[in-house]
C-alpha cells in the first residue's frame, strides 16, 4: 500500500458506511429530538448493525484473500489518522461555514456547531447518527487491526491483556449498536450541534482515541498479567457496563413507557404536574451514575492491556472524567432551566453527581 492510499483509506471506508446506511435496508423509527422549525417529532431510518457486519466482513474478506495484510490499518495508522483528521476538518468546516452564526464568536461556533440535526433525504441519513456509526465501525476496524499486528509480532507468546481490551472494546460498540434507538434520547442528540466537536470528535478522534490502550502495546511484549487478574478486570468492566446501560434502559423506558417496571424496579419520581424525574434505581444512586460507568470501564480497558505504569493506556479514563465533568455540570444547568424548582427538589433527594456517596 502506498501512502495516500493509506491516508484516503478512512474517506473511502467512510463513503461505503454512508452509502450501507442510505441504501441497505434499515427500520424506520421515531425519535425524541423535535426538528427545530417545524416542532415535529424526527424520525430516523436505522441500521448500524447491518452495515457493522457488512464493514467487518469487507475487512475479513480483504485479509483472507491477502489483498492487504491484517494488520496494514497498524502499519499505516499514522497516514490513515492524518486522513480521519484531514476530513473531519473539512466536514467541520462544510457543516459550520453555509449556517448562520449562533450568535456567538465563530470559534465558538465552529467547536459547537451550528445546525442542530441536520437530516438528508427527509431523514434517510442523520448526520450525528452517521456519525456515531462511522467511529463505531472505524474503531472496530482499528481494534481488529491493531490487535492482529499483536498476535503476527508475538504469536505463542502474546499478550491476553490485548485481546480482553479488543474484547471490552469490541463489547462497547456492539452494545452501542444493539441500542442505537436509546442514543436518540442523549444529551447529543437533544443538546448539540454539528461542528467539529461532534463531527470531527466522531470522524477523528473516536476512532483512533479510543483504541490508544492497545494501539500503545501493540508493539510491546508479554506482560504476563495471570489470568485470575484478567477475569477480575473482565468483571470490573461489566460492572461498569451495568451502571451505564441499567441507567440508560430504566430513563428510556420511562420516558417512553412511564408506568413499566424495568429490572423489577417500579418508576418512582417527583412531579409538578407537568413533567417528572425519576428518582429511584439508578437515577436513585446519583444523578450521572451512567458517566460512573463509563469511566469504570474505561479504567479496565487501561489496565487489562498489563502496563499499568504506561501513561498512554491511562490517557483513555481521564479523558472520560475530562468529558464527563463538564458534562455533567453542563447537563445540571440545562435541567435547572428546563424543571425548575422540580430540578431542584431532585437535588435534594439525590445530592451526588456521579459517584454516590462521594462526588
Ligand atoms: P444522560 O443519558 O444522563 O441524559 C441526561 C438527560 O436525561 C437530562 O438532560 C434530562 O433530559 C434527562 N434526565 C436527567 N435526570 C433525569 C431523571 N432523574 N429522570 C428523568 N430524566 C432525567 O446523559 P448523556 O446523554 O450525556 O449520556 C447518555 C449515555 O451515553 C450515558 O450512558 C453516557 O455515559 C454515554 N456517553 C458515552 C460517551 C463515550 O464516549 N463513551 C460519551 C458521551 C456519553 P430531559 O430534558 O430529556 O429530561
Redesign the pocket.
Known amino acids: 500500500m502506498e501512502p495516500s492510499g493509506a491516508f484516503f483509506a478512512p474517506w473511502i471506508i467512510y463513503a461505503l458506511i454512508f452509502l450501507s446506511n442510505a441504501f441497505l435496508p434499515a427500520r424506520w423509527v421515531t425519535g425524541?429530538v423535535r426538528h427545530e422549525h417545524t416542532g415535529e417529532l424526527l424520525r430516523y431510518r436505522l441500521n448500524g448493525w447491518l452495515t457493522f457486519l457488512l464493514m467487518i466482513g469487507l475487512w475479513f474478506l480483504v485479509g483472507y484473500q491477502h489483498w492487504l495484510p491484517w494488520d496494514w490499518l497498524y502499519t499505516w495508522r499514522w497516514y490513515s489518522l492524518a486522513g480521519a483528521i484531514t476530513f473531519g476538518l473539512i466536514f467541520s468546516f462544510a457543516f459550520v461555514l453555509p449556517f448562520p452564526s449562533t450568535g456567538k464568536s465563530f470559534l465558538a461556533d465552529f467547536f459547537l456547531g451550528r445546525p442542530e440535526n441536520p437530516q438528508l433525504w427527509g431523514g434517510r441519513i442523520d448526520a450525528k447518527m452517521w456519525l456515531y456509526l462511522i467511529g463505531a465501525i472505524m474503531l472496530e476496524l482499528n481494534i481488529l487491526s491493531f490487535s492482529a499486528h499483536h498476535q503476527l509480532t508475538y504469536g505463542e507468546d502474546s499478550n491476553k491483556g490485548v485481546f480482553l481490551a479488543a474484547a471490552m472494546l469490541t463489547f462497547?460498540i456492539c452494545d452501542y449498536l444493539t441500542f442505537e434507538r436509546v442514543?436518540l434520547?442523549?444529551?447529543?442528540l437533544?443538546?448539540e450541534r454539528m461542528g467539529f466537536k461532534l463531527g470531527w470528535g466522531c470522524l477523528a478522534f473516536?476512532p483512533y482515541f479510543y483504541s490508544i490502550a492497545i494501539w500503545s502495546v501493540a508493539d510491546l511484549p508479554n506482560p504476563g498479567t495471570p489470568n485470575w487478574v484478567l477475569v477480575l478486570l473482565g468483571l470490573l468492566f461489566l460492572l461498569g457496563w451495568t451502571f451505564?446501560r441499567g441507567?440508560?434502559m430504566q430513563?428510556f423506558y420511562?420516558?417512553t413507557q412511564p408506568d413499566r417496571a424495568f429490572l423489577g424496579i417500579q418508576p418512582e419520581?417527583i412531579t409538578d404536574g407537568k413533567r417528572?424525574?425519576?428518582?429511584n434505581g439508578y437515577?436513585g444512586m446519583s444523578?450521572?451514575v451512567?458517566?460512573m460507568?463509563?469511566i469504570i470501564m474505561a479504567i479496565a480497558i487501561a489496565l487489562s492491556v498489563g502496563y499499568p505504569t504506561l501513561l498512554w493506556p491511562w490517557l483513555y479514563p481521564l479523558y472520560?472524567l475530562a468529558?464527563?465533568i463538564p458534562?455533567q455540570i453542563d447537563?445540571d444547568k440545562?435541567?435547572a432551566a428546563?424543571y425548575g424548582s422540580l430540578w431542584q427538589e431532585?437535588e435534594k433527594k439525590?445530592p451526588y453527581r456521579i459517584i454516590p456517596g462521594i462526588y
Open positions: 425524541y462497547f442514543h434520547y442523549t444529551y447529543d437533544f443538546a473516536y451505564t441507567a440508560n430513563k420511562f420516558k419520581y417528572k424525574l425519576l428518582v437515577w444523578r450521572h451512567n458517566y460507568g463509563e472520560y468529558l464527563f458534562r447537563d440545562r435541567c428546563k431532585y439525590v
